[in-house]
């Protein structure tokens, strides 16, 4: 005997719900053992009507694709409660700036923690940091730890490839030039294609740029990367 499957009633569309956003902040993998954390957001319906299941609503409840790198170089970084807390603080105090001037799609925040000496120069930073985030890529493509994405910038004019650098205590985020650095590398092609035909063949590109800035400007530098993923 055959029975009529139970049909949900027409609504016209899907019932309103109330979300609740909650903030994950979980350790990321690492290819060496370099702390890192990362921050984002996970929606969760606070109660599904009756007749409807979780699935049948689209909320962002998974990790999401897309990440910043933020390589935290100052004293404090090998301590990882430090670390977690960076995270989440970033990513609460750039959220709006990022949402703004950026796609409005979720994003999450990795922080690594690489002490390196006061004294270090930028280029020893930036060579540092970039040599260890390369691998990191190489050891997620080769693992196929999708969730875990380090996207590149897609359509940027000039760069396939960015991270940020914290440098100074939080005292000196807005001291001066900033304790941020912004470094840029991977030319992307059709960028010196277009060099090429304006100042002829043998012009030549600097492999990486770097740019400083205040606290205050880091959002709308995240915010910028955002919109070339």
Known sequence: MSHAAARRPSTGGLPPVQIREQYVVEEAPSH????????????EIIKIPQGWAASDFSISDKRPP?????????????NPDHLK??????????????????????????????????DASDEERIAKCKAHVLAEIASRNTAGAADFNIPRLNSHEQWQ????????????????????????????PSYLELLAREYGQDHQEPEASAFRYTRTELGQVLANLRGAF
Request: charged share 30%; glycine share 6%.
């Open 85 to 118: 807390i960076l995270a989440e603080t970033l990513h609460r105090e750039t959220r709006e700036e990022r949402e703004t001037h950026g796609r409005g799609e979720p994003d999450r925040i990795d922080v690594w923690g690489m002490p390196l000496a006061a």
């Open 32 to 43: 060496d053992g370099t702390s890192c954390f990362t921050a984002w957001i996970r929606d």
């Open 161 to 188: 490839r960015a991270i940020v650098i914290i440098d100074r205590p939080q005292a000196l985020w807005d001291t001066d030039e900033g304790g941020f650095l912004a470094v840029y590398w991977d030319v992307r």
């Open 66 to 78: 897309w990440s910043f790198q933020l390589y935290d170089t100052t004293s404090q970084s090998d």
